[in-house]
Structure formats: structure tokens, C-alpha cells
């Protein structure tokens, strides 16, 4: 089950809730609104953030050394 950070639009709380599927009904656990937000998580912000390493001083076939690549 993924875990998912919502904001409640009643009372503005902020809350974590484990969820079965994008169907399941969440409600806030301080108020009890069933009206809240899905945030984007700070993993899934930070996910694609940085560029992929290059595999190798060459960055094609990731030879520790170069003019050691098969592909030269």
C-alpha cells in the first residue's frame, strides 16, 4: 500500500495515510472532513532532481579507464 501526504481543506492539518487504491475515501484524523488534497510527496519532488551519472570516464560502455572501452 502507498503512503500519501494529504492537507485537510477544513482545518488545514497536514497528514499521512496509508492507501489501498485511488478510490479509498481519506479522511482527516483531527477533524474528521472527508474534503482533502493530495500533496505531491518530498520523494517523488526530489526523484528526478538530478541528471543520471555517467557510468564511466568515457560514459558509454563505464571502462574504469579510458582508451579500455570495447566500444573505442
Given amino acids: 500500500m502507498p503512503l500519501f501526504d494529504y492537507e485537510c481543506r477544513a482545518c488545514g492539518s497536514r497528514f499521512e495515510e ?3 487504491s485511488h ?3 481519506v479522511s482527516c ?3 474528521g472532513a472527508g474534503k ?3 500533496l505531491p510527496s518530498a520523494f517523488a519532488v526530489g526523484a528526478g ?3 543520471p551519472a555517467e ?3 568515457c560514459g558509454a560502455c563505464g571502462a ?3 582508451g ?3 566500444l573505442d
Avoid: I, N
Fill in 68 to 70: 579500455a572501452c570495447a
Fill in 36 to 38: 482533502v488534497a493530495k
Fill in 55 to 57: 557510468p564511466g570516464p
Fill in 64 to 66: 574504469a579507464v579510458r
Fill in 29 to 31: 484524523p483531527k477533524c
Fill in 49 to 51: 532532481a538530478q541528471p
Fill in 23 to 25: 478510490a479509498a475515501r
Fill in 18 to 20: 496509508l492507501v489501498s
